[in-house]
């Protein structure tokens, strides 16, 4: 028994996407009363925090369809089905930026949205970077632009909000927290 | 035009719940090409690093039903509709944890999933913390347990994945940045 759990009733399943999935859970609540819950699976997905020799952070421009306007962020992608993230991670990383790494450390996992999605972000940190002979292909509907700026630029970024999601902010957080406890 | 806009051709609008909606965009690529983009709808939320007089943080536990499981996070709440976020704020940390504060100020505000939700979330510093005379109740179906707790028990959380949410994660590191800098 989860504290406070909330015992589903019945499923109502929605929607189901090539990327997330829509269903309704009819509730039992601690108290004996019932809710809906609204609630997106997602099969989860890494983000990767890539150090170019130079101390470059890695990033990706890209247009973000539910903003309706182009976001800069770390490298990251879904999960394949059974995949295992550290793959997704040298995959992704490779696909967006062009980069293989020698050495990939975890920095963390955390979920993104827990009051109505599932989906965990497994976040790295790739280093020892160079770039691939004919590295494999973004995704046919991906389009990137590659930029590797400094932490300093990193952190201006965020300032004027190019740099505007939750996994980008905490990684250059967590660098800046790095280079504070040097 | 922005950069690598993606143009909607359509837009079919599959859900619209208490929470989210759902709707299909087909899309018009740079390439000329089309595609799909699945897109969740949110109002956009507000989370709070408060610190008590004792330099505590504030924590609600909660069951969060699409993963379920307990999770402990900072207080957090969704924007009701034309609210300011300021507004939320105070409300939420009121009816989560019956603390009314002095001072309020912005941190970062930050997407939580820009890949397929436009939820926005802004985080917010309160200090000036006391408990406040019949504070206003949360939802009648939420359930929450207050915890306080020092930053090194706090990272602790982190390690142990009781903590294990974007927005709380960012708020510690935050705290942590801020004592290496002293």
């Known amino acids: ?4 759990e909330e015992k ?7 929607f189901e996407g090539k990327v997330v999935r829509l269903q309704i859970d009819d509730v039992e609540l601690p108290n ?7 609630i997106i699976k997602h099969p989860g997905a890494v983000a990767v925090l890539a150090l170019t020799p130079e101390n470059k952070i890695v990033l990706v421009e890209q247009y973000r369809k539910p903003m309706e306007r182009a976001l800069v962020e770390i490298p990251a992608g879904k999960l394949e089905p059974g ?12 696909e967006e930026t062009g980069y293989e ?20 972000i497994h976040l790295y940190l790739a280093t020892g970077l160079r770039k691939k002979e004919n590295p494999r292909a973004a995704d046919e509907d991906e389009f990137v632009e590659l930029i590797e700026v400094s932490l300093e630029e990193a952190i201006q970024l965020v300032k004027e909000q190019k740099i505007f999601d939750a996994k980008t902010a905490y990684a ?7 280079e504070a406890q040097k």
């Open 101 to 120: 790494c020698n050495r990939l450390d975890h920095i963390i996992s955390f979920y993104t949205s827990p009051g109505f999605a599932d989906e965990l």
């Open 172 to 178: 250059i957080q967590y660098l800046q927290l790095k």
């Open 1 to 4: 028994m989860h504290k406070f």
């Open 8 to 14: 589903t009733i019945h499923t109502e399943k929605l």
């Open 83 to 94: 995949e295992k993230p550290e793959v997704t991670a040298v995959r992704e990383l490779e």
């Open 32 to 38: 004996g009363k019932t809710s809906k819950r609204e």
